[in-house]
């Protein structure tokens, strides 16, 4: 888990909080879709379902954001071109 942590080292520090500000959006935005009472089809999901889904889906774009990041960050360590 060392070399995990070094490599996340790499990520500059305005990626993580991007990468934070798009998670927590995403989270409140579908939250509030998700519980909002619209008759939508996520009505008949159980509590659970809605929280996983809620907190799960924008998993996928915090990662993303992080490994661009990465990209970046490598690039500049290595001295390419990093824009």
Known sequence: MNRLREEMK????PFW???ACVYLSIVLLLWLLAFAKT???TGAWPV??????????PLLLFIW???I???YGDARRRGMRHV
């Open 10 to 13: 790499v990520v500059p520090r």
């Open 17 to 19: 909080v991007a990468a």
């Open 39 to 41: 008759g939508a089809d």
């Open 48 to 57: 659970w379902g809605k929280v996983l889904f809620s907190a799960g889906m």
């Open 65 to 67: 954001v992080l490994l």
């Open 69 to 71: 990041g990465y990209v």
